[in-house]
Structures are given as structure tokens and as C-alpha cells.
């Protein structure tokens, strides 16, 4: 499958172990299927970033898919989500919930290969943080999903998926400086206020519903 990587000039080739904790999945990986998407990645350095596309032999590798467009799917993804971005102060004050989301919507990742899901980061982070809080649906949050909003990503995890034998690097193109990303950034605000002001809480279901249908 062919999958893309939006890098600054920097970047050489990945290595397992190596990247942020805190990202969506933690350490890892992440491509996208989108090429323009990783071209606006690419965009945000100030001195100019890279494209880099890769073919990945996803069929030999085990894949965890958190992009069903299902209540439990959308709660998994949360779950794993929220051990990596939330902050200390925000593990805290959502205790309660992220313990709820812990035990009954955790999932082991070891021995997974390979991550499908939704991204998170920046901007979208949002969702996900208002879901938790209690203040969007999970409709809306599977309304964003199924309209593709938040974007697909495709995150390396294990040892074995950085073995070379399962990625061949094609080609590597050079990406200017822009402004896209922010302007990508403000237009995702734009849309979350939209997607926000249009949420049904009476007739759909926030975490607490959740939470309150499981005892």
C-alpha cells in the first residue's frame, strides 16, 4: 500500500523506538494515505520539509483497526488516545471517565504490528477532549469520522514493521515553506464550532450515557 510522510529536511529514515510518547498511539511511525495531507505537514518548516512515500506490505503485518465507524470502535480509539495526549491536569480532573474508558474499552497493543485510526493531534485534539469532557456525542465524533474529517493515519509499532522487507521508499519530493498549515488549522476551528453548535446532547449519547448504561 502506498502511504506518505510529511517530514522536515532533517528526516533520514524512521527507526523503531524513536518518535514522541505523546503522540496519538505514543511512539511510533505515522503515515497517511493522503499525499496532500502530508504535503501540508511538510509545509509547516520554516525552512522547507520533504514529502517522503513509502510502499508498505501492510498484509504481512498484524493491524489493529480503530476506524469502524461504531460506538466501541470510536470508545477504543478514546481509550488509547487519552493515556497518551492528556495531560496530568487533565488525567486528574477526568479521572472518573478515563478510569471507566480503562476498563472496559483498553486494548492491548503489543502484539500489533500496525495502528488504523483517526488523527488526533493539534486542532483535532479537540474532539476527543470535549467528548471525554462531556460537553460533545459520540455522534458528533462519528459524524466527523465518517465524513473523513479527522483523517486517517497508518502508525508502525512494533519491531518488525520497521524491518525493511516490509517498506520500500519510492520517491522523495521537496515541499516549500507556507502558510497552509495555519491556515489549515484555522479552518478546522471553523468546522469544529459548526459540527459543535449542530450536536443533538437530548437524543444522543454523551460518555455519561455511557457510563450510566453500564451499571
Known amino acids: 500500500m502506498i502511504l506518505y510522510y510529511g517530514a522536515d529536511n532533517a528526516f533520514i529514515d524512521p527507526k523503531y523506538n524513536y518518535g514522541n510518547s505523546s503522540n496519538d498511539y505514543g511512539q511510533g511511525f505515522y503515515l497517511t494515505p493522503e499525499k496532500e495531507m502530508a504535503k501540508l505537514w511538510a509545509s509547516q518548516y520554516k525552512e522547507g520539509g520533504q514529502v517522503v512515500t513509502y510502499d508498505i506490505a501492510i498484509d504481512k503485518l498484524k493491524i489493529c483497526k480503530l476506524n469502524e465507524?461504531?460506538?466501541?470502535?470510536?470508545?477504543?480509539?478514546?481509550?488509547i488516545l487519552t493515556k497518551h495526549r492528556f495531560s496530568l491536569a487533565d488525567k486528574d480532573r477526568y479521572k472518573v471517565e478515563l478510569e471507566w474508558l480503562e476498563r472496559n474499552y483498553s486494548c492491548d497493543l503489543?502484539?500489533?504490528?500496525?495502528?488504523?485510526?483517526?488523527?488526533?493531534?493539534?486542532?483535532?485534539?479537540?474532539?476527543?477532549?470535549?467528548?471525554?469532557?462531556?460537553?460533545?456525542?459520540?455522534?458528533?465524533?462519528?459524524?466527523?469520522?465518517?465524513?473523513?474529517?479527522?483523517?486517517?493515519?497508518?502508525?508502525m509499532i512494533s519491531e518488525k514493521s520497521f524491518d525493511q522487507k516490509y517498506r520500500n521508499e519510492i520517491a522523495?519530493?521537496?515541499?516549500?515553506?507556507?502558510?497552509?498549515?495555519?491556515?489549515?488549522?484555522?479552518?478546522?476551528?471553523q468546522e469544529y464550532n459548526i459540527l459543535r453548535n449542530s450536536?443533538?446532547?437530548?437524543?444522543?449519547?454523551?460518555?455519561?450515557?455511557?457510563?450510566r448504561a453500564a451499571k
Not at 172 to 189: M, P, Q, T, W
Request: aromatic share 14%; glycine share 6%.
Open 69 to 79: 465507524n461504531s460506538d466501541e470502535s470510536i470508545l477504543r480509539w478514546i481509550a
Open 110 to 155: 503489543s502484539s500489533f504490528d500496525m495502528i488504523i485510526g483517526y488523527r488526533a493531534d493539534d486542532s483535532y485534539f479537540k474532539y476527543s477532549k470535549d467528548f471525554v469532557a462531556n460537553e460533545i456525542t459520540i455522534e458528533l465524533l462519528g459524524k466527523a469520522m465518517k465524513l473523513g474529517k479527522l483523517g486517517l493515519q497508518y502508525v
Open 172 to 189: 522523495r519530493e521537496k515541499i516549500e515553506y507556507s502558510g497552509a498549515y495555519e491556515n489549515f488549522r484555522n479552518d478546522v476551528l
Open 199 to 211: 450536536d443533538d446532547k437530548i437524543n444522543n449519547k454523551t460518555i455519561l450515557d455511557f457510563m
